[in-house]
């Protein structure tokens, strides 16, 4: 199970940490990523980390402002937003990836449910 | 980052075949890499429905079927449902700027 929190209301400029606790499989055997859908949109990639947080990667419009980490002996997987703008408003995933590399091309293999981010003033 | 193209929606009446299309590029599914698709209701976690460009996951019908081909791939829904409505999305992997996932834009399937 992926179970995301950390969402909610914020303001424009202001920061965000959002988390996703993992359960019923072997964390650190696992690449993760997050994915949001802004609404009345598709699927957005947001960022990946490899199984020892020792590899990341991020949407090219996203870097430098989103951070996203791990901690396997906690089963967490964490996404640090900073300096939001209305258009990071959206629901955010974070999915299970295919392995401990998340260059493999692998699917998102098991998602969570999402937690909402809304950016207002 | 949507570097997957996908119609908008495709429609079929119940009993009947739809397929909807993912293209892409030489940095993704040119580059050989494997397409996935998902099925996605409002409100629920996506599902994975296809790996691997052709496999079903544990659990989902035969009436699901996928392949890939040069820059492009596609879903097959045969015999149409009331509740396969819903988004789907190919994914793939692009390997401009480092590498990233990337998703299609995203197709509504609605059943008539």
């Known amino acids: 199970e992926l179970v995301e929190s950390g969402g909610g209301l914020v303001q424009p400029g202001r920061s965000l940490r959002l988390s996703c606790a993992a359960s019923g499989f072997s964390f650190e055997d696992y690449a993760m990523h997050w994915v949001r859908q802004a609404p009345g949109k598709g699927l957005e990639f947001v960022s990946s980390i490899n199984w020892n947080g020792g590899d990341t990667d991020y949407a090219d419009s996203l870097k430098g402002r989103f951070t996203i980490s791990r901690d396997n002996a906690k089963n967490s997987l964490y996404l640090q937003m900073n300096s939001l703008r209305p258009e990071d408003m959206a629901l955010y995933y974070c999915?299970?990836?295919?392995?401990?590399?998340?260059?493999?091309?692998?699917?998102?293999?098991?998602w969570g449910r999402g937690t909402l981010v809304t950016v207002s003033s | 980052q949507s570097v997957l193209t996908q119609p908008p929606s495709v429609s079929g009446a119940p009993g009947q075949r739809v397929t909807i299309s993912c293209t892409g590029s030489s940095s993704n599914i040119g580059a050989g890499y494997d397409v996935h698709w998902y099925q996605h209701l409002p409100g629920t976690a996506p599902r994975l429905l296809i790996f691997g460009n052709s496999n079903r996951p544990s659990g989902v019908p035969d009436r699901f079927s996928a392949s890939r081909s040069d820059t492009s791939a596609s879903l097959a829904i045969t015999g149409l449902q009331a509740e396969d409505e819903a988004h789907y999305y190919c994914q793939s992997y692009d390997n401009r700027l480092g590498g990233f996932v990337v998703f299609g834009t995203g197709t509504e399937v609605i059943v008539l």
């Open positions: 999915g299970k990836g295919w392995g401990i590399d998340s260059h493999n091309g692998g699917p998102i293999d098991f």
